[in-house]
Nanobody, 125 residues
Framework: QVQLLESGGGSVQAGGSLRLSCAASGYTYNVNYMGWFRQAPGKEREGVGV????????YYADSVKGRFTISRDNGKNTVDLQMSSLKVEDTAMYYC??????????????????WGQGTQVTVSS
């Protein structure tokens, strides 16, 4: 089993920045992908981005490309989501997720084996 714990959420004004962190514990040796998802009220959970933990490759949703950056520290078993130039529409609960493998697009939620509880990000105008 793998446990994921997000931290770093909060409230910020539009244009500001926030950094989220996801700490993984447990049997993380076969976790190859760490993703970030978000869910706004009344909307489906959507993919924000993913990082391949062994090679470091990253992929992002078009809506956040150029503004958000995912990084990892394998020694600490953490994955961070640096969010800049935040917009009101970035307001959502943000979730960290872990997958052993991804056989389809990284944004398909069903492929992720473990999920964190989420951390709220609120961006005001």
């Amino acid at each position: 089993q793998v446990q994921l714990l997000e931290s770093g959420g909060g409230s910020v004004q539009a244009g500001g920045s926030l950094r989220l962190s996801c700490a993984a514990s447990g049997y993380t040796y076969n976790v190859n992908y760490m993703g970030w998802f978000r869910q706004a009220p009344g909307k489906e959970r959507e993919g924000v981005g993913v990082i391949f933990t062994r090679g470091g490759s990253t992929y992002y949703a078009d809506s956040v490309k150029g503004r958000f950056t995912i990084s990892r520290d394998n020694g600490k078993n953490t994955v961070d989501l640096q969010m800049s130039s935040l917009k009101v529409e970035d307001t959502a609960m943000y979730y960290c997720a872990a997958a052993h493998t991804l056989r389809a697009g990284w944004w398909f939620r069903s492929q992720y084996n473990y999920w964190g509880q989420g951390t709220q990000v609120t961006v005001s105008s």
